[in-house]
């Protein structure tokens, strides 16, 4: 009820009466989903759920308004202001409001998230999901506060605070509501505004009755954390603690005096919030007409187990009515998100057309989704893709969305004549390009550890790229992280390289040795290299090995020099090494031995005799360590 000083000057020279009547004013919104695959990465579903209540509550058309304390239903107002996701983006192409971005940035949640991706803000209400808002569960600039800074203008949430289904519920859905009042000029009714680098008046302190919020029909208040509704904090007068801009969590009401503020911020260049509701922008943002057809597209899961009941989210726009899947095995699906299983193992291509009365359009995404073996390869694992083509020849399998995969280059390789190319040049920052192993069973692999080699080259120091190594032992559905190589320390080679980058024989590094948890140590593990891009030029990956922990124990150059030639072999093989060799192993890709020599000599030559054509996995040991390399047999 009582004034402040900061902000009412400002007001005073700029604030126009409203000139809409009771037309609502209709607000463009882009919600920008930071994520790092965390509980922030809340479906397109909760998104439009999370729209919606705030406009059923910018509305009052939530129902618990009939719960309202008596004093304050005469004044409980129809805010007059409505939210739609844009259906346009800032060059005028498709959209359906929603942008889903890669950055550990999630995790902090202050203004820097904004600097990953913000629309302009004279034509959308950015909206930033992630993962910790600073410690709050969102804030809001107001518009005097984010006029002269821009970029900083808009809304950081948590995502678990927005809608009420999915990651959030009733309670903690009235935070978005609260927050766009700051984003529209209302402060807390105890006055003040709680955001990152400002100054923030703290709830529930008796000084606060003689500061307050500008706004009339809101009594003088402490501010309430807890819903005691018949508080009279200040002058004997009931609070308002059912307020949307109080913090106590049992928000259902605007009053007509904040009605009159908000609309005249949006009446306002201040911020140029009166901008955003007109005719002109709600045609450049796409909001003026239903939405044209324009994308069939989903997400989901990429790994699964045999059996297992898989599901798809369709994140298809706009305005479709209509869905086909076809997910490779059985009939085709007519249901908006589907719900099915596979009985055998195997890569398939999944494809949706959605439609509606103007027409259809497909989506089609080839090696989409992998069903994992029943049981798993037995260890020791090694990937040096050495015997493969192509990438999907390769026990390995790539993960991507809509971006170019990773590839097998030959001729560029940490010893032998190819490795894995991940075109991370080509890459739009925050994509996830991974590779993901076979299902392995490591239950006789003792002190199991995965280690391999890299290549990479900064593009210039700002590169934000980074490498994770995880785990899983239930077909994907939950990953361990075991190694994070940020931005600081990804680089293998000095200074930055503005072109192409080709690496070198001296610009591969090992990752140091990664050890599998013993609860991980089971017949169904699969491990994920995963690039998060961040502008940096291409990445090279080599000699993938999970083994025990002493056959990987050797040093790096000792363990380069150990070679076998000739490799491929028809006859014999010999095998090049600084030691005297103590045993020779011979396994094929199940996993099993099939043949040991003892006792080798450099010269040593090692028949293949009777072993068909195929690629087998050889163990070299001396005491104490070992090392494993692939053979290739010639017929």
């Known amino acids: 009820m009582r004034s402040i000083s900061f902000g009412i000057l400002l007001w005073q020279l700029l604030s126009i009466q409203p000139t809409r009547g009771q037309a609502p004013y209709l607000i463009p919104v882009v919600v920008h989903v930071i994520h790092d695959d965390g509980v922030e990465h809340i479906s397109d579903a909760q998104i439009r759920n999370g729209i919606d209540i705030l406009t059923r509550n910018w509305r009052k058309q939530n129902p618990d308004t009939v719960d309202i304390v008596a004093q304050f239903q005469p004044v409980a107002a129809d805010m007059e202001v409505e939210f739609e996701l844009a259906r346009l983006d800032p060059e005028g192409n498709c959209t359906n409001g929603i942008v889903r971005l890669r950055s550990e940035l999630t995790t902090s949640g202050t203004h820097n998230v904004k600097e990953l991706v913000h629309w302009p803000r004279d034509r959308y209400l950015n909206i930033h999901i992630v993962r910790n808002a600073a410690g709050l569960a969102g804030h809001a600039l107001m518009p005097f506060q984010a006029d002269s800074i821009p970029q900083k203008d808009g809304i950081v ?90 913090y106590a969590y049992c928000a259902r009401m605007f009053t007509e005096g904040q009605k009159t503020r908000v609309h005249a911020a949006l009446n306002s260049p201040v911020a140029q919030r009166n901008n955003l509701w007109t005719d002109p922008n709600h045609a450049l943002t796409g909001i003026d007409a239903p939405g044209t057809l324009c994308r069939a597209d989903f997400r989901g899961r990429r790994n699964w187990c045999v059996d297992e009941e898989v599901t798809i989210e369709d994140a298809s726009y706009n305005n479709v009515t209509s869905w086909s899947w076809d997910v490779g095995d059985g009939p085709i699906i007519t249901d908006q998100s589907p719900v099915f299983s596979y009985t055998t193992s195997g890569v398939r291509d999944v ?47 790539p993960e991507c969305e809509g971006e170019p995969c990773a590839e097998i280059v030959q001729g560029i390789a940490s010893g032998g004549d190819r490795s894995v190319r991940i075109p991370n040049s080509e890459l739009s920052a925050g994509s996830t390009i991974a590779l993901t192993s076979p299902r392995l069973d490591l239950t006789s692999v003792p002190s199991p550890v995965l280690r391999f080699k890299y290549a990479f080259a900064k593009k210039d120091s700002a590169n934000t790229d980074r490498l994770l190594v995880k785990l899983s032992r239930d077909c994907g559905k939950t990953w361990l992280l075991r190694r994070t190589i940020t931005a600081a320390e990804i680089a293998t080679v000095t200074g930055t390289v503005a072109g192409s980058f080709v690496p070198g024989p001296g610009d591969w590094v090992h990752v140091p040795s990664i050890s599998v948890p013993g609860s991980y140590a089971t017949d169904n593990v699969i491990w994920r290299i995963e690039l998060v891009t961040g502008g940096g030029n291409d990445l090279y990956i080599d000699d993938i090995n999970l083994d025990n922990a002493a056959a990987i124990g050797i040093g790096e150059l000792q363990q380069d020099t150990w070679q076998l030639a000739p490799n491929p072999a028809s006859t014999y093989f010999q095998v090049a090494s600084p030691f005297a060799i103590q045993t020779v192993e011979l396994f094929n890709l199940a996993g099993q031995r099939i043949r040991t020599h003892n006792a080798i000599s450099p010269s040593e030559q090692i028949p293949v005799g009777g072993l068909a054509a195929g690629t087998y996995l050889v163990r070299l040991s001396i005491p104490g360590a070992s090392v494993m390399r692939r053979l290739v047999v010639m017929r």
């Open 351 to 397: 494809s949706l057309t959605v439609g509606n009365a103007s027409g259809s359009i497909n989506g089609t995404k080839v090696r989409y989704l992998r069903v994992l073996e029943t049981a798993g390869q037995g260890g020791p694992y090694l990937e040096g893709f050495e015997v493969s083509a192509s990438i999907a020849e390769s026990s390995v399998f």
């Open 157 to 246: 949430i948590q995502g678990n605070y927005f809608g009420n289904i999915g990651t959030s519920n009733d309670l903690r859905s009235v935070v978005l509501s609260h927050e766009v009042g700051h984003y529209l000029d209302l402060y807390h009714v105890w006055g003040g505004n709680n955001v990152p680098e400002f100054y923030y008046l703290p709830v529930g302190q008796q000084d606060n009755c003689d500061i307050g919020d500008e706004v009339d029909d809101t009594p003088g208040t402490i501010g309430w954390s807890t819903c005691n509704l018949a508080a009279t904090s200040c002058d004997g007068q009931v609070d308002n603690v059912q307020n949307f801009m109080d």
